[in-house]
């Protein structure tokens, strides 16, 4: 089975709140997360990503946090837009796999109500 | 999208036709990726390929096949062995030195 998961399949805020996204990973030995959003039809597209040795990193109205301790991923979307509705999806590197690719989980779906 | 171009964008299917899918980048990337994604879930990874005339089979490479003689291209196909063929494929590209993807548009294959 995947290693990459998340707890909510659907997300639902108000325009103006802040969203959170969580995912939750197996694997100890994974070294580096990615976030991604994917609009209807289209390619996932990069959002932030963290490395296994930091635990916050910051970007435009996005936020990534990582907790080791616990195995666990989340995106935080400041003052989230109806643009900002669409699928996130975390994905992780596991260098025991001997493979040089990604590993998806199975994405959150964000609906911003206006 | 970002340099990567994946053809056709809609693509249609007879039981027991093989059909090819094109991905073209011009971002002098190492490594390309096809994944495939079905409605509701996650991206699973078909083939990849870290260097010219090398590649990979990822998690559910059976019923496919591709290749890679140049660095530009990554086409896959799909073959009359993938039983259940119908889904949006994306290709993907990065450099050697890191895992940020930059993926295609996709193409969605369906099977009449």
Redesign the interface.
């Known amino acids: 089975g995947?290693s990459?998961g998340l707890h909510l399949?659907t997300l639902s805020v108000q325009e103006g709140d802040n969203s959170i996204i969580n995912c939750a990973y197996s694997n100890s030995a994974s070294d580096?997360f990615?976030w991604?959003k994917q609009e209807s039809?289209?390619?996932?597209?990069?959002i932030i990503?963290i490395r296994s040795n930091m635990d916050k990193r910051q970007g435009q109205r996005v936020t990534v946090l990582l907790n080791k301790t616990v195995k666990h991923l989340s995106l935080q979307i400041a003052a989230t837009q109806p643009g900002d509705s669409a699928v996130y999806?975390c994905?992780e590197?596991r260098p025991d796999t001997g493979?040089?690719?990604?590993?998806?989980?199975?994405?959150t779906r964000l609906q911003v109500q206006p | 999208?970002g340099g990567?171009t994946?053809s056709p964008k809609y693509l249609f299917r007879k039981e027991g036709q093989n059909v090819t899918l094109s991905c073209e980048q011009n971002l002098n990337h190492d490594?390309m990726?096809w994944?495939r994604q079905d409605p509701?879930?996650?991206?699973?990874?078909i083939y990849?390929s870290?260097i010219v005339n090398d590649f990979?089979k990822?998690d559910i490479a059976e019923g496919y096949s591709v290749s890679r003689e140049k660095k530009e291209s990554f086409p896959l196909t799909v073959t009359s062995a993938q039983k259940n063929p119908t889904a949006f494929y994306?290709c993907?590209t990065t450099t050697g030195a890191?895992?940020?993807?930059?993926?295609?548009?996709?193409t969605?294959l369906t099977v009449v």
């Not at chain 1, 039809?41 to 990069?46: H, L, S, T, V, Y």
């Not at chain 1, 493979?99 to 994405?107: E, K, N, P, V």
């Not at chain 2, 509701?40 to 990874?45: A, D, E, N, S, Y």
């Open positions: 995947e990459v399949p580096y990615i991604y039809g289209k390619g996932p597209q990069f990503d999806f994905a590197n493979r040089r690719a990604l590993t998806f989980g199975s994405g | 999208d990567i994946q490594a990726y994944y509701g879930q996650g991206l699973r990874l990849y870290q990979q990822g994306l993907a890191n895992y940020g993807y930059t993926f295609g548009s996709g969605r």
